[in-house]
């Protein structure tokens, strides 16, 4: 953006007549994206309130906001929501900590690779949601089953996501470890482990992500609480505006999380950013 | 004293790179191996630097003998190799890591300031140009005082300003510790400014093929006419070394001929 913003200062500096507009566009632009949005809700918004349409399939925003602020004053939503978030959390530490450990296993040792990894594809393969019967059968309908629905939605990008990191290290920065003499120790602490981090982040934010969609699933299989309930109850008594509540926090709390792993990894690093800053200054 | 007992390299496919390789290089000494592609000289650098085993004889450095990484002999790449999440300063510390922090930070600010990059200390290695970049990379390798540099084309991938510059700096250094330093190099200019003696090497297998003592002082004038002498005997030497015809007037005729590998 900040980019942009210069190049239009370029362009004013030769036409001076033209800088009022461009320096107008350079807050107006990212409003552009809002505008669309914004525009069908105060529209339909103010279809309803003429009484043009009565809105009970499609509730307007203030409905959907009442039905938060509703649920919130019942204490409800914070029971759903946490709910969901515990689910999440734990089906994201156990699918994490179990690719991290078979992806950095597989990636380190070239024979756990091939023992390893031609197994852990196939079960990839398999679309995910095709475990459900098995996990009810296997860990009963309650916590368990969906935790661990969670987790091997999480594990597979994470598994592949430290293992590709691993594998595609420069080789010719592992060979500065070497003749620095690294042991085995200190060659992945100071060199294999700073130089997957980025990667490594990737692959946990695209788990957080898929961990987001199996606990949609796995609330929608049968659970009394959790967002996903809350989905499948305003589906089954007719109630639209809770399930458009429900996606709202779903939306809010996906990107909040997936943000909170950006921002623990930002000081990390910090080295990467360099090239937008120096684009920025 | 860095020995080198009939250094032979076979890889895997057949491919005989280094063929019975002997030569004994004082300490302090400055020598520079030139010769054709694949003439072997990368895989004889690697082998005194341990990163890569000979198939047969030896590297011994003052009777050790060399098959690993060695905490007296140190590496400069063609390319910088700098680790990009360490900033300047815990770069050139990087080989420092048993040291505590006192004496290490004060070995890497006299490094810095000794390369010239004191005010880059904080600065991420993508920030610096090519140059400042293997001038660091110079003083990662220097910091813990080797007693063997070894440099493999380490100037071949900067403009010709540049190259001058830090091959004026190397030797500005050189003459402060007086490591023995083996530079493969491409470039003959180089080779005569820097060496004490060039050894040229002669390709398939690899082998040595002619060593050429640079009886100049210090600093060297390259446009002197004895420095174009020896410039002219490295070439033709080259030239012999690849079984090229180098008829007597030609060789002694100009720099008009000046080769680049």
């Given at each position: 953006?900040?980019?942009?913003?210069?190049?239009?200062?370029?362009?004013?500096?030769?036409?001076?007549?033209?800088?009022?507009?461009?320096?107008?566009?350079r807050?107006?632009?990212?409003?552009?994206?809002?505008?669309?949005?914004?525009?069908?809700?105060?529209?339909?918004?103010?279809?309803?309130?003429?009484g043009?349409?009565?809105?009970?399939?499609?509730?307007?925003?203030?409905?959907?906001f009442?039905?938060?602020?509703?649920?919130?004053?019942?204490?409800?939503?914070?029971?759903?929501?946490?709910?969901?978030?515990?689910?999440?959390?734990?089906?994201?530490?156990?699918?994490?900590?179990?690719?991290t450990?078979?992806?950095?296993?597989?990636?380190?040792?070239?024979?756990?690779?091939?023992?390893?990894?031609?197994t852990?594809?196939?079960?990839?393969?398999?679309?995910?949601?095709?475990?459900?019967?098995?996990?009810?059968?296997?860990?009963?309908?309650?916590?368990?089953?969906?935790?661990?629905?969670?987790?091997?939605?999480?594990?597979?990008?994470?598994?592949?996501?430290?293992?590709?990191?691993?594998?595609?290290?420069?080789?010719?920065?592992?060979?500065?470890?070497?003749?620095?003499?690294?042991?085995?120790?200190?060659?992945?602490?100071?060199?294999?482990?700073?130089?997957?981090?980025?990667?490594?982040?990737?692959?946990?934010?695209?788990?957080?992500?898929?961990?987001?969609?199996?606990?949609?699933?796995?609330?929608?299989?049968?659970?009394?609480?959790?967002?996903?309930?809350?989905?499948?109850?305003?589906?089954?008594?007719?109630?639209?505006?809770?399930?458009?509540?429900?996606?709202?926090?779903?939306?809010?709390?996906?990107?909040?999380?997936?943000w909170?792993?950006?921002?623990?990894?930002?000081?990390?690093?910090?080295?990467?950013?360099?090239?937008?800053?120096?684009?920025?200054? | 004293?860095?020995?080198?007992?009939?250094?032979?390299?076979?890889?895997?496919?057949?491919?005989?790179?280094?063929?019975?390789?002997?030569?004994?290089i004082?300490?302090g000494?400055?020598?520079?191996?030139?010769?054709?592609?694949?003439c072997?000289?990368?895989?004889?650098?690697?082998?005194?630097?341990?990163?890569?085993?000979?198939?047969?004889?030896?590297?011994?450095?003052?009777?050790?003998?060399?098959?690993?990484?060695?905490?007296?002999?140190?590496?400069?790449?063609q390319?910088?190799?700098?680790?990009?999440?360490?900033?300047?300063?815990?770069?050139?510390?990087?080989?420092?890591?048993?040291?505590?922090?006192?004496?290490?930070?004060?070995?890497?600010?006299?490094?810095?300031?000794?390369?010239?990059?004191?005010?880059?200390?904080?600065?991420w290695?993508?920030?610096?140009?090519?140059?400042?970049?293997?001038?660091v990379?110079?003083?990662?390798?220097?910091?813990?005082?080797?007693?063997?540099?070894?440099?493999?084309?380490?100037?071949?991938?900067?403009?010709?300003?540049?190259?001058?510059?830090?091959?004026?700096?190397?030797?500005?250094?050189?003459?402060?510790?007086?490591?023995?330093?083996?530079?493969?190099?491409?470039?003959?200019?180089?080779?005569?400014?820097l060496?004490?003696?060039?050894?040229?090497?002669?390709?398939?297998?690899?082998?040595?093929?002619d060593?050429?003592?640079?009886?100049?002082?210090?600093?060297?004038?390259?446009?002197?006419?004895?420095?174009?002498?020896?410039?002219?005997?490295?070439?033709?030497?080259?030239?012999?070394?690849?079984?090229?015809?180098?008829?007597?007037?030609?060789?002694?005729?100009?720099?008009?001929?000046?080769?680049?590998?």
């Amino acid at each position: 953006m900040i980019s942009d913003a210069r190049v239009l200062q370029q362009s004013s500096d030769a036409a001076e007549s033209a800088a009022a507009p461009s320096r107008l566009s350079r807050y107006a632009r990212p409003m552009l994206g809002v505008l669309l949005p914004l525009t069908l809700a105060l529209g339909w918004e103010l279809v309803v309130w003429l009484g043009w349409s009565n809105g009970r399939l499609v509730p307007p925003p203030s409905r959907i906001f009442t039905t938060i602020t509703d649920l919130a004053r019942s204490g409800e939503l914070v029971r759903h929501i946490t709910a969901t978030l515990w689910r999440v959390s734990l089906g994201f530490a156990f699918g994490v900590v179990a690719g991290t450990l078979l992806g950095a296993i597989s990636g380190y040792w070239s024979l756990a690779r091939r023992l390893l990894d031609p197994t852990v594809q196939a079960l990839r393969a398999i679309p995910s949601l095709a475990w459900v019967p098995l996990f009810i059968l296997w860990l009963g309908i309650f916590e368990t089953s969906k935790i661990a629905l969670i987790a091997v939605g999480v594990f597979f990008p994470v598994y592949l996501g430290v293992m590709g990191a691993i594998l595609s290290v420069d080789r010719k920065i592992v060979e500065v470890g070497r003749t620095f003499r690294l042991s085995g120790f200190a060659m992945i602490r100071r060199i294999l482990l700073p130089a997957v981090l980025p990667a490594y982040v990737v692959s946990l934010r695209v788990g957080l992500g898929l961990g987001w969609m199996f606990v949609v699933a796995a609330e929608l299989i049968g659970a009394s609480e959790g967002l996903g309930y809350l989905l499948l109850d305003g589906q089954q008594l007719g109630k639209p505006a809770q399930i458009l509540a429900a996606i709202v926090i779903f939306a809010i709390l996906g990107k909040l999380t997936d943000w909170l792993i950006e921002l623990a990894a930002a000081p990390f690093l910090r080295w990467q950013d360099a090239f937008g800053q120096a684009k920025g200054a | 004293m860095l020995a080198l007992d009939r250094v032979s390299k076979t890889y895997p496919n057949g491919v005989a790179a280094l063929a019975r390789f002997s030569a004994e290089i004082r300490q302090g000494e400055i020598i520079a191996i030139i010769g054709g592609s694949g003439c072997g000289k990368s895989t004889l650098l690697r082998a005194i630097a341990g990163l890569d085993r000979a198939s047969s004889g030896t590297v011994t450095l003052d009777n050790e003998t060399i098959s690993s990484p060695h905490a007296k002999i140190g590496i400069i790449f063609q390319e910088p190799r700098l680790l990009p999440w360490l900033s300047v300063a815990d770069n050139i510390g990087f080989g420092l890591a048993d040291l505590p922090a006192v004496e290490r930070r004060e070995k890497v600010a006299r490094a810095l300031d000794r390369v010239g990059l004191a005010e880059k200390a904080q600065a991420w290695p993508r920030e610096l140009s090519g140059g400042q970049a293997q001038r660091v990379a110079i003083a990662r390798a220097l910091v813990p005082q080797p007693e063997v540099l070894l440099l493999d084309e380490p100037f071949s991938a900067l403009d010709a300003f540049t190259r001058r510059d830090l091959q004026d700096h190397l030797l500005d250094l050189w003459a402060d510790m007086r490591p023995t330093l083996i530079l493969v190099t491409h470039d003959v200019d180089e080779a005569v400014v820097l060496a004490d003696r060039v050894l040229v090497m002669r390709p398939r297998p690899g082998r040595l093929f002619d060593q050429i003592e640079i009886n100049l002082g210090r600093p060297r004038d390259r446009n002197s006419p004895l420095f174009e002498n020896f410039k002219r005997s490295v070439l033709t030497s080259l030239d012999r070394s690849l079984d090229r015809n180098v008829p007597d007037r030609d060789a002694t005729q100009g720099p008009g001929q000046a080769m680049w590998w």
